[in-house]
């Protein structure tokens, strides 16, 4: 079964704007991780933040953890055209092989 | 970046036959592969977890019989989709990882329509 819910489903801003999609899981977790899928293809790792930590950044993303709240934000600022995509999150839980991953967010750029 | 090569990309069968989709691990040794399978706008769904060596696990509702899968060597892994029919026609993917709860590498999937 999915653990993590990730809010909102789609998400549709203008160029430039700054895009906040959250996920929230419910056991336990070693990492959550972020990544992306474009239509039709694969997905790419975007970013890894273990449960010791709180807030992490690469580029114009920015992931935050509240394991209190079991919850993780992905921030993606100055968006452009081409961040269009899904977004999902996946929790790591320990002892476990599998990542269980989150319905997903649609985001939607407009030039 | 490690890279996982997933071969076909798109094939399209006849209601009956089998299909074996292919998933590398390029410049690494994966350990562990996955197999997924995705409906339209929906997330991925485990499927398999497919270990070097030994039997895959089938995640509850999968048949082992309907989706098998073999990893022979620590590069390669295969899906075979037995007798397909037209309700099987979905998106698969599969990833690998080199160390266990690290980040996952995936291939560009494989849509697979049944006719």
């Known amino acids: 079964s999915q653990q993590g819910e990730e809010d909102p489903q789609a998400l549709s801003i203008q160029e430039g704007e700054n895009a906040t999609m959250n996920c929230s899981y419910k056991?336990?977790?070693?990492?959550l991780q972020w990544y992306r899928q474009n239509s039709g293809r694969g997905l790419v790792h975007l970013i890894l933040i273990r449960s010791n930590e709180r807030e992490k950044h690469s580029g114009r993303l920015r992931v935050t953890l509240d394991t209190s709240k079991k919850s993780s934000s992905l921030l993606i600022t100055a968006s452009r055209a081409a961040d269009t995509a899904s977004y999902f999150c996946a929790t790591a839980s320990q002892g476990a092989q599998k990542l269980v991953f989150g319905q997903g967010t649609r985001l939607t750029i407009n030039p | 970046g490690a890279v996982v090569s997933q071969h076909p990309s798109r094939v399209i069968c006849k209601s009956g036959t089998s299909v074996k989709i292919e998933c590398r691990s390029l410049?690494?040794?994966?350990?562990?592969m996955f197999w997924y399978r995705q409906f339209p706008k929906q997330s991925l769904m485990l499927m398999a977890t497919?270990?070097?060596?030994?039997?895959?696990?089938?995640e509850q509702g999968v048949e082992k019989d309907k989706f098998l899968i073999n990893h022979a060597s620590l590069t390669l892994s295969t899906l075979t989709v037995t007798s397909a029919h037209p309700e099987d026609s979905s998106f698969y993917i599969c990833?690998?990882?080199?160390?266990?709860?690290?980040?996952?590498?995936f291939g560009s999937g494989t849509q697979l329509s049944v006719l």
């Open positions: 410049d690494f040794q994966a350990t562990t």
């Open positions: 990833s690998a990882s080199g160390e266990a709860n690290e980040k996952l590498f």
């Open positions: 497919s270990n070097e060596g030994s039997k895959a696990t089938y």
């Open positions: 056991t336990s977790i070693n990492n």
